[in-house]
């Protein structure tokens, strides 16, 4: 046997010893459904984990397990206790035979998240903005040590912007200027903070983000998202 030859067939032995250590199941065969969060099917406690569920040359299957949900077609993992959870997936083949899958998600317990504007923020500090900068800026979240990507669901739908009033007789000394629609700041919301004067300070918040709407419509218990706090520079 040549060494090239040896080679090949010594990494593919290797690659399935690989595959079969990250996965178990029921079921002597390779698995022939995929279940899916990500690359390294990790979940998250707290939220709503989008997964992806394909089941080639299958007649039907069925799949189920704890904290996972089903809506519009879509399916979702909400995590309870534990650091793993298992999703069983049941396939009648195109014979009528019968196989059962078990895949096998870790739970993580995200660290916590930010809401930002323009990919800024910090806990508990003012954020320092020129007008310039105010002007389209977008409100989002981020969530610490998060490998998803949340392309849609972490940009806000509404916020209410707050600007700091030294003649209001109130322990926040805030009052409420604009609420808005959307993500970003308004046109007609830049030209009243253009007017403002330096070090005048902004609060946003009751910011609303499809993705914390969604966890409460599945009752699942998620904080609020937190407050921005700006300083104007200019």
Do not use: W
């Amino acid at each position: 046997m040549s060494m090239k030859k040896f080679l090949f067939i010594f990494c593919f032995l290797l690659c399935q010893f690989v595959l079969a250590q990250n996965d178990s199941t029921l079921v002597s065969k390779p698995k022939l459904g995929l279940i899916s969060a990500d690359k390294l099917n990790i979940v998250y406690r707290g939220i709503l984990n989008p997964i992806s569920i394909a089941v080639p040359n299958a007649k039907s299957y069925t799949v189920s397990g704890l904290g996972l949900r089903q809506e519009n077609g879509n399916y979702y993992i909400a995590p309870g206790a534990g650091n793993e959870m298992v999703v069983t997936l049941e396939i009648i083949l195109e014979d009528d035979s019968k196989v059962v899958e078990e895949h096998v998600f870790k739970i993580k317990t995200l660290k916590r998240y930010i809401t930002r504007i323009n990919n800024r923020n910090c806990v508990n500090c003012i954020v320092l903005m020129s007008k310039e900068e105010l002007k389209d800026a977008e409100i989002t979240f981020y969530l610490e040590d998060f490998i998803f990507e949340l392309p849609l669901l972490n940009k806000a739908t509404s916020f209410e912007v707050f600007v700091f009033n030294k003649r209001i007789k109130n322990i926040n000394k805030f009052k409420k200027l604009y609420q808005i629609k959307g993500d970003k700041i308004t046109d007609e919301l830049y030209i009243e903070l253009i007017k403002l004067k330096k070090g005048t300070e902004i609060l946003i918040k009751n910011i609303e983000f499809d993705y914390f709407k969604k966890a409460r419509e599945q009752n699942i218990n998620i904080a609020s998202p937190g407050v921005i706090h700006i300083k104007i520079t200019d």
